[in-house]
């Protein structure tokens, strides 16, 4: 089967060895996804505005590989804030409100940088 990497220019794809997502046929596994925390849009203590970056810049990711936000059927969010569960889940229920895919939300002690609150994984199958 053909593999797609899609790669999004950070210099941590050549450091670490990954790209933001691989697609094997109809099945796209999309790498864990912070937030761009810019200071003004989203902040370092916005939970919520973090969690739309994200979903925002995926929805992007997925089209690049000809899928959509409805083929995730399955997304993993970490928090180093459990207690920004309400934040995290509005913003996560306004792209997948109607679709529904499984969903896990981890508390952990630290994500990459102490800016980010919110981390995001996502599994994908496009129908045939």
Excluded at 37 to 61: F, H, M, P, S
Excluded at 111 to 117: D, G, K, R, S
Aim: aromatic share 8%; proline share 2%.
């Amino acid at each position: 089967m053909k593999r797609e990497n899609i790669l999004t220019g950070s210099p941590w794809e050549d450091k670490m060895g990954y790209c933001r997502a691989v697609r094997i046929g109809n099945v796209i596994e999309v790498s864990g996804t912070v937030a761009i925390v810019d200071g003004e849009k989203v902040k370092a203590d916005d939970a919520y505005a973090q969690t739309l970056n994200i979903l925002e810049r995926i929805e992007k990711v997925l089209e690049d590989l000809n899928a959509e936000m409805k083929d995730v059927i399955r997304t993993r969010i970490f928090t180093t804030e459990i207690t920004s569960f309400e934040e995290v889940a509005r913003a996560h229920s306004t792209f997948f409100k109607d679709t529904k895919p499984a969903t896990g939300f981890y508390e952990v002690s630290k994500l990459v940088a102490p800016e980010y609150l919110v981390e995001i994984e996502f599994t994908a199958i496009v129908a045939e």
